[in-house]
């Protein structure tokens, strides 16, 4: 190993590949091994057993499309909202120093703490699951987005002036496209922050999602269900990370020539 | 084409100071009047001012004092009427090279088949036929300044404003578009107005070389150069051409040295 020596493409998957089989392994012999104790930990083979039945006798498919839908939609609205107003602020300094401050401030308020608040507000319903990724994802698009826009090239800027841009052209024709991808992989980091929050969401007042199930389960002492719970969450996220990135190459092939 | 006439009037800048320093004076007030189709090199040491006096005939930098005047009308801001090749490579990377030179013409709202065709027409004048669709990551800093000139021509622009557009590349490629862009300014004509630091460069591309003083700038030699056109790379070796060449050599030498123990 020399520092920054590239790694091979074969190499990199089989090293990926063996950091889950290890840590399955070393999981497996802590549990059947009786290191540590059934009722603190279940041993993966349950862990695939409890999963089975949850699929397949509970509806836990339901509850993990529930779940996602939560996701998406407080995502989405967030991104709706977040995304026009940070590259208004990245782009026009007077808008960025009226909401930069407020949105600082904002962004460290942590969503788990607002779930009680907006049950107040908004009941138990969906509205209140899709308020708290929307509170706890909106503040950080934004800020991310304004410090991304506001770093756009001086001299692309300039050179679009020269070219007979206005400083509409300019934020539309320069500074929105030279920085899509990144605002794209803003976008992928929240939203594996937002899986963070449904989680915390469901597990008040909620009757159905992988968080309900999570704190039902605990009730049961049933850890089986909430590792599978906790598993089906990581997967969803590395599946929803892959198809990010090969949306992103799809759409931005000029990042990768 | 194009061309217009250029007037600066008293047009001088003054940066103010940061952290304690006291103003700094960038350029002393200039007049200067470049004809239509005259091709005009300033020539002068880092520091003299020649891109700050670029960037104000631009509209990218507003002058501390004095007028810029093109075709009568002052200039006030950026715009289509003054095109403009940098010395960094500012391509847009997410366009393509047809796409980059027809960025202006888009701004137009140019019919997209009247783009076509001044597209292509200039990817051949500038030797990038097959390079269309080509990322500007995927070309050479000649390609690219290539692309940045047939961009900014493509415009139309009365004026062509060049901030040392060769300067970052090979000498060899260097010389290959100094005679690429002259052979464009003797077939078409262009009002050009051309900063560099290179002497060799400022005598072979102009028909008038003007020559800065160290900071702060102010214009201190205006002379023709009436070398014929078509120039041909071999005239740099000429006794006319080393001539001048050795006049400019000992002007700007001493303002270098001037500039150098002012540090």
């Known amino acids: ?142 800020l991310m987005v304004a410090v991304a826009v506001g770093q756009t090239r001086r001299d692309l800027v300039e050179a679009a002036y020269t070219l007979g841009s206005g400083d509409g052209g300019v934020v539309r024709r320069v500074m929105i496209p030279m920085n899509a991808p990144e605002i ?7 939203l594996g922050w937002a899986w ?29 269900q909430i590792i599978f719970g906790i598993i089906v969450i990581g997967i969803i996220g590395l599946v929803s990370d892959f198809a990010f990135k090969l949306v992103n190459r799809w759409l931005f092939p000029w990042r990768l020539a | 084409m194009t061309a217009g006439t250029l007037t600066i009037r008293g047009v001088s800048r003054v940066f103010p100071g940061s952290r304690g320093a006291g103003p700094v004076t960038a350029l002393q007030p200039t007049d200067l009047t470049i004809a239509a189709n005259d091709f005009i090199t300033i020539l002068g040491p880092s520091g003299c001012g020649k891109s700050t006096l670029l960037r104000i005939v631009a509209g990218l930098d507003q002058p501390t004092s004095g ?96 901030d040392e557009p060769f300067g970052a590349l ?24 051309f900063v560099t630091h290179d002497i060799e460069e400022s005598i072979f591309m102009a028909s008038r070389c003007l020559v800065m003083s160290a900071r702060p700038g102010r214009i201190k030699l205006d002379l023709p150069i009436d070398l014929p056109h078509p120039r041909h790379y071999r005239m740099k070796t000429s006794p006319e051409f080393s001539a001048l060449k050795a006049r400019l050599t000992e002007e700007i030498r001493a303002e270098a040295v001037l500039a150098a123990e002012a540090h």
């Not at chain 1, 392994?25 to 993966?44: M, R």
């Not at chain 1, 909620?206 to 968080?211: D, E, H, Q, T, V």
């Open chain 1, 184 to 190: 794209a992989e803003i976008l992928r980091l929240v």
């Open chain 2, 67 to 162: 007028e810029v005047l093109l075709n009568g009308r002052p200039v006030t801001r950026p715009g289509a009427d003054r095109g403009m090749v940098f010395q960094s490579y500012t391509l847009f990377p997410w366009l393509t090279v047809a796409e980059n030179i027809a960025f202006g013409l888009r701004e137009k709202g140019m019919a997209e088949a009247e783009q076509k065709e001044i597209v292509a027409s200039y990817i051949a004048k500038v030797g990038l036929r097959g390079f269309e669709n080509h990322w500007p990551k995927q070309l050479s800093g000649g390609m690219q300044q290539r692309t940045a000139i047939a961009r900014a021509l493509a415009n139309d622009p009365a004026i062509l404003l060049l």
């Open chain 1, 1 to 142: 190993m020399r520092p920054l020596q590239p790694v091979g493409n074969t190499t990199r998957i089989l090293l990926g590949i063996s950091f889950f089989v290890l840590f399955f392994a070393a999981w497996a012999v802590a549990t059947l091994g009786g290191y540590v104790p059934k009722i603190f930990l279940a041993d993966p083979i349950t862990m695939v057993k409890d999963g089975w039945l949850l699929l397949t006798k509970f509806g836990f498919a339901h509850d993990i499309a529930i779940t996602i839908w939560r996701v998406v939609g407080g995502f989405v609205l967030a991104a709706i909202v977040a995304v026009p107003l940070g590259i208004l602020m990245g782009a026009y300094k007077p808008i960025e120093a009226f909401f930069e401050p407020f949105v600082s401030f904002a962004r460290y308020l942590p969503a788990s703490a607002f779930v009680p608040l907006l049950i107040l507000w908004a009941g138990i319903g969906e509205k209140q699951k899709l308020a708290v990724i929307f509170v706890g994802s909106v503040f950080q698009i934004v």
């Open chain 1, 196 to 224: 963070t929050y449904v989680i915390v969401a469901e597990f008040i007042g909620s009757s159905a999602g992988i968080g309900h199930m999570i704190i039902d389960s605990q009730a049961l002492m049933a850890t089986g």
């Open chain 2, 170 to 193: 090979d000498n060899q490629t260097r010389g290959l578009m100094q005679e690429l862009l002259l052979g464009i300014w003797e077939r078409e004509k262009k009002t050009v107005m």
